[in-house]
């Protein structure tokens, strides 16, 4: 119960890796609240199996105003974030000639600037409480392109380049900010990636087989509760100083 009595944001945790990471944060004790669309009612009643104080706020990260009004609620009703996990994320593929402007504005609002002005607000309380942890779940993409994804490896990318700035910003403090570089989550965000594969004709088994022999050497997908672990590190005190760090989970993606 390392994290009794803190509390935690996880935006886009209704499913996939942010409910990963929420449900490993209760583990260990940490209030939560929640955030995304979807299945809201499975997603707190599986955190609040684990005993802790849950909220869900409804905030779509790419209106300001919204993310205001989640750091409103969190001072109110649990006095204040000291987790802050920037987890929300959408793709959308297609060459750049081809990129629709509107999901474009979409990826960078949501991908890279919430995680900004989430960070912005999140900083002061940390800073007077004398603790806190801001972890950013980037992406392989936010070092290495692919095809088809200039939206979401420019946000990724500049995701980053935002974690180092306040990894500086903090380094004297007890506030740490870090970035997570997940490879393949098999997650919705990538489930629609192979579906896309089966819809042009391969089989399910051979599409995931296939999406992970092009990029990822483990030929296994990373999961969840893989990332859900090192939030916990580099919410525990032997991960105090790690600073403005992007570290990789992916399966060998990133050393090749
Ligand atoms: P997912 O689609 O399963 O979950 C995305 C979550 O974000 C959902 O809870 C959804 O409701 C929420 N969300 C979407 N738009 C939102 C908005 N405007 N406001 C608030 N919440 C919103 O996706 P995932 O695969 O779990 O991705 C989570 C994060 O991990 C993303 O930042 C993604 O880029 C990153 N990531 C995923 C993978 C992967 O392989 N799945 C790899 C690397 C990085």
Redesign the pocket.
Known sequence: MQLKGKTAVV????????LGIALRLAHAGANLIL????DVDEAVAQVAAHGVKVGHHP????DVTHIADLFAYAEREFGGVDILVN?????HVAAVEDFPVERWDAIIA??LSAVFHTTRLALPGMRERGWGRIVN?A??HGQVGSVGKAAYVAAKHGVIGLTKVVGLETATSNVTCNAIC????L????QKQIDARIAGGTDPQQARQDLLAEKQPSLSFVTPDHLGELVLFLCSEAGSQVRGAAWNVDGGWLAQ
Request: proline share 6%; charged share 5%.
């Open positions: 935006t886009g945790s209704t499913s996939g890796i942010g955030n995304g669309f979807g905030a779509d990260v790419s987890n929300a994320g959408i793709q949501i991908n779940i992406s392989v997940p490879g393949w989550v997650t919705p965000l990538v």
